[in-house]
Every structure is written in structure tokens, then in C-alpha cells.
């Protein structure tokens, strides 16, 4: 099995959603094989517990915006673990000394990487 088409679409508006807020070291794991309910995992580092907020909330925002709003959220009072599941794809915005304890990419190596393209921003002279 492969992610969907609608769960790639999620990942291409969310990862985009992080890198206009400063997210950092985005990686995307397909991981529709060994899991029935959901395709995705969007794993985010932010570089403080208000840095993770921030992402996670325009994510959030931008998904929501396009029509895709969110089945559960979780861990934005604490600002270290964020978790906010769109069903298909489900996003972890992580504290960075957090995201190395928990390594959900080593969790999950077995399964495929999805490449993510992220915006080009134009350089202001």
C-alpha cells in the first residue's frame, strides 16, 4: 500500500504551513502499509516550546483553510510534543531535545521516506 492521493496533498499544504513558520528538518514517512488509519506521518522540529505552537497552529490553520480540519489534537499547552491528526496525515511538531528522545524515525525506519518540496523563497537584496 501507498499514501494517497489526498494525504499527499495534506503533506504538500502542511509542510508548507511549517517552513513559512521556521520548522526545521521535515521529514515525511509513508506509513500506510503498517498502519490502516492513517498514510502519513509529518514529523516537524521546532526550536522552542513557542516556535512549536507556532507551527503546528499555521499548519492547523492552512489545513483548515483549504477544507481538512482536524480529527484530534494534542500537547499544545505544553509546547514540546505537538500531534494534530487530519486523518490521512497526522503531524508531530516537535521540541527539538524531544524529537531526538522519541526518534519516531527510527520507530518507523522500515517504512518508505516521501520526498517534500517545500516553496522557494526569493532572497531580498
Not at 504551513?17 to 522540529?45: H, N, Q, R, Y
Not at 484530534?72 to 503531524?91: I, M, N, P, S, T
Request: overall charge negative.
Amino acid at each position: 500500500m501507498t499514501a494517497s492521493a489526498h494525504a499527499l496533498e495534506l503533506l504538500k499544504l502542511a509542510a508548507a504551513a511549517a517552513d513559512s513558520k521556521a520548522g526545521e528538518d521535515l521529514v515525511a514517512i509513508d506509513v500506510s502499509s503498517p498502519l490502516p488509519l492513517t498514510d502519513i506521518f509529518l514529523i516537524v522540529t521546532g526550536r522552542s516550546e513557542r516556535n512549536v505552537v507556532a507551527i503546528a497552529g499555521e499548519i492547523e490553520d492552512q489545513l483548515t483553510a483549504a477544507g481538512h480540519k482536524p480529527l484530534r489534537r494534542e500537547g499544545r499547552a505544553e509546547g514540546r510534543w505537538v500531534l494534530v491528526d487530519f486523518g490521512d496525515l497526522v503531524v508531530h511538531v516537535f521540541h527539538e531535545e524531544e524529537r531526538v528522545y522519541y526518534s519516531l524515525e527510527r520507530l518507523w525506519k522500515d517504512c518508505p521516506v516521501i520526498p517534500i518540496e517545500l516553496p522557494v523563497h526569493k532572497v531580498q537584496d
